[in-house]
């Protein structure tokens, strides 16, 4: 066992984002790690948990621009405008991506995509509306832990293109 993997244990975390943030140097993120009994599979099921706005959450999406996966990252008060992610892609069709495809793509289950550390590498778009805060908390590879970054950071770490794909309400 390395201490990656022990440090992964004790904080929950997936091994794999674990050893992501080992190698992005970003190791002391492990220790941040929060934990939750229940899952937090949903934005509001992790903002509860946290105790925080249902808008600090970065939600990790997969769609499939034109069939190639794209990674969203969106704040969890929002919803993602397919057709201006479609625009932003400049693809043909946009749609969500089917559940295989987002574990082939990111090695872990929806509910608990972090922002980075996937499989492969993807298109990153973040949502201008992340920025709004001094803390976002994401998904830390399952759904029963989340971790807190600085918006602007993560988005690097994540190979972000600042967007506005945010469904804009009537």
């Known amino acids: ?7 992964a244990e004790g904080s929950g975390a997936h091994p794999r984002f674990a050893e992501a943030l080992a190698e992005l140097g970003l190791g002391e993120l492990v220790a941040r790690v929060r934990r939750f009994p229940d ?16 808008s600090q959450i970065c939600k990790s999406l997969i769609f499939a621009a034109d069939g190639v996966p794209v990674l969203v990252l969106m704040d969890g008060a929002s919803r993602v405008d397919i057709e201006l992610v479609r625009r932003e892609l400049g693809a043909g069709k946009v749609t969500r991506a089917r559940v295989e495809l987002v574990r082939e793509t990111t090695g872990y289950a929806i509910g608990g995509v972090p922002p980075f ?3 492969t590498r993807t298109r990153v778009l ?29 988005i690097a770490q994540a190979g972000g293109t600042l967007v506005d794909v945010r469904e804009q309400s009537e």
Request: hydrophobic residues 45%.
């Open 126 to 154: 973040a949502d201008r509306s992340l920025l709004d805060h001094d803390v976002v908390w994401a998904a830390a590879g399952t759904p029963y832990t989340v971790f807190p970054m600085e918006p602007k950071a993560l």
């Open 1 to 7: 066992m390395t201490t990656t993997d022990t440090a």
């Open 117 to 119: 550390g996937h499989r």
């Open 39 to 54: 899952a937090t599979r949903t934005a509001v099921e992790a903002a509860e948990a946290i105790g925080c706005d249902l």
